[in-house]
């Protein structure tokens, strides 16, 4: 604020607390003299297009309205510096328009766009989201899950299949494995009990009076051999599809 803009809030601020008013002129000069050197940097108005302007009559009003002390030149440097501090905190810097190499002017350039924006003069320059593209990797892989998740079938609603998990636990497990892209032993064969693609593991039931195996039961875990070969399975076709990607 210049000198005439102090001098109109003070006789403000006495209009609305004549009981506290200088008693004489040297007096009146003295706090004019002081309140102008500590209020300079603050503004007598500031607008903003969110409505959140700052008028220091009015902060001089409420101080009046609400302490019972006389009003100091902190009353209101204090609430602008909070006011000025929120505006600013909304405002994201920028690049300026001169060289970064100019540190001096390169600073100057920030503080004069933010005390400009403080006072109303600029609005708040909004973040800005980073936008990146897609990564062709995680489009393939998507692609690939996708793939697997349609080739175990679906022939049931997904409430009822989700209702029906606990009953079914292998295929469960399938399409747990296919929608998260990881490793499906059933998806290659097993070299150690021979079961095929698609078939859980076995192991053979022994008739004790006979030597042969009139059987086999199903695993509820694949053999170890199968979960390694279908880690490297997967592997290889993850290489394959971030090269061709």
Not at 15 to 33: F, G, I, V
Not at 218 to 232: E, F, G, L, W, Y
């Given at each position: ?10 006789a403000?601020v006495?209009r609305l607390?004549?009981e ?5 002129k040297?007096?009146?000069a003295?706090?004019l003299?002081?309140?102008?050197t500590?209020?300079a940097?603050v503004?007598?108005?500031?607008q903003?297009p969110d409505g ?7 902060v001089?009003?409420r101080?009046?309205?609400t302490?019972?002390?006389?009003i100091?030149p ?9 006011y000025?501090?929120?505006v600013?905190g909304r405002?994201?810097?920028p690049?300026?328009a001169?060289d ?7 600073r100057?350039?920030?503080?004069n ?5 403080a006072?109303?003069?600029?609005a ?11 990564s ?5 892989r998507d692609?690939?899950?996708?793939r ?7 022939y049931?609603?997904?409430t009822v299949r989700?209702a029906?998990?606990a009953y079914?636990?292998?295929r469960?497990?399938?399409e ?11 998806d ?7 079961a095929p693609?698609?078939?859980s ?8 009076r006979?030597?042969?195996?009139i ?5 509820s875990k694949?053999?170890?051999?199968r979960v390694?070969d ?10 394959e599809?971030e090269t061709a990607?």
């Amino acid at each position: 604020m210049e000198r005439p803009e102090i001098a109109a809030l003070l006789a403000h601020v006495d209009r609305l607390a004549p009981e506290r008013a200088p008693q004489s002129k040297a007096a009146a000069a003295e706090r004019l003299a002081q309140w102008s050197t500590l209020l300079a940097h603050v503004p007598a108005t500031a607008q903003h297009p969110d409505g959140r302007d700052w008028d220091v009559a009015q902060v001089a009003a409420r101080h009046i309205a609400t302490s019972p002390y006389p009003i100091k030149p902190s009353d209101v440097g204090g609430p602008w510096e909070t006011y000025r501090a929120d505006v600013i905190g909304r405002h994201h810097d920028p690049a300026p328009a001169v060289d970064p190499d100019d540190e001096a002017a390169y600073r100057a350039a920030l503080r004069n766009t933010r005390q400009a924006v403080a006072v109303g003069a600029l609005a708040p320059a909004p973040q800005h989201a980073i936008e990146g593209r897609p990564s062709p990797i995680r489009a393939v892989r998507d692609a690939e899950a996708a793939r697997r998740l349609a080739a175990l079938g679906d022939y049931v609603p997904k409430t009822v299949r989700d209702a029906l998990a606990a009953y079914r636990p292998q295929r469960a497990e399938r399409e747990r494995l296919a929608a998260a892209d990881l490793p499906d032993p059933l998806d290659v064969a097993c070299t150690w009990c021979q079961a095929p693609v698609g078939q859980s593991c076995r192991v053979r039931r022994i008739n004790p009076r006979k030597h042969d195996a009139i059987g086999y039961r199903p695993m509820s875990k694949p053999h170890p051999c199968r979960v390694d070969d279908a880690a490297a399975y997967y592997a290889a076709r993850r290489r394959e599809q971030e090269t061709a990607a």
